[in-house]
Nanobody, 125 residues
Framework: QLQLVESGGGLVQPGGSLRLSCAAS????????IGWFRQAPGKEREGVSC????????????YYADSVTGRFTISRDNAKNTVSLKMNSLKPEDTAVYYC??????????????WGQGAQVAVAS
């Protein structure tokens, strides 16, 4: 069974940092582009970041929404079969449920095929 599981969410003060991790079972994350989406209460879901993949696991391109550029960093650890999202300088507007997703191929285009259950991130004083 293919499954994505997020971890690392929580409550943090403005200006603080969190690291979200996405672990997979049933498939190899390195074979697919992996994206992070988020949805805040009353708002539409938005793409936050995505990292592509390659056949030889050596080339990746990463993409970020304008709202998180310079503050968030996406990375892979193929040995652990995980993808992380490091979030720095967090703002109250970053509060949302964050979802790890897997696309159908190497690129971040289109819609993801698989979604995790989500991890809550709350930024408040």
């Amino acid at each position: 069974q293919l499954q994505l599981v997020e971890s690392g969410g929580g409550l943090v003060q403005p200006g603080g940092s969190l690291r979200l991790s996405c672990a997979a079972s049933g498939f190899t994350l390195g074979d697919y582009a992996i994206g992070w989406f988020r949805q805040a209460p009353g708002k539409e879901r938005e793409g936050v970041s995505c990292i592509s993949s390659s056949d030889d696991y050596t080339y990746y391109a990463d993409y970020y929404a304008d709202s998180v550029t310079g503050r968030f960093t996406i990375s892979r650890d193929n040995a652990k079969n995980t993808v992380s999202l490091k979030m720095n300088s967090l703002k109250p507007e970053d509060t949302a449920v964050y979802y790890c997703t897997a696309f159908g191929g190497h690129s971040c285009r289109g819609e993801p095929n698989y979604w995790g259950q989500g991890a809550q991130v709350a930024v408040a004083s």
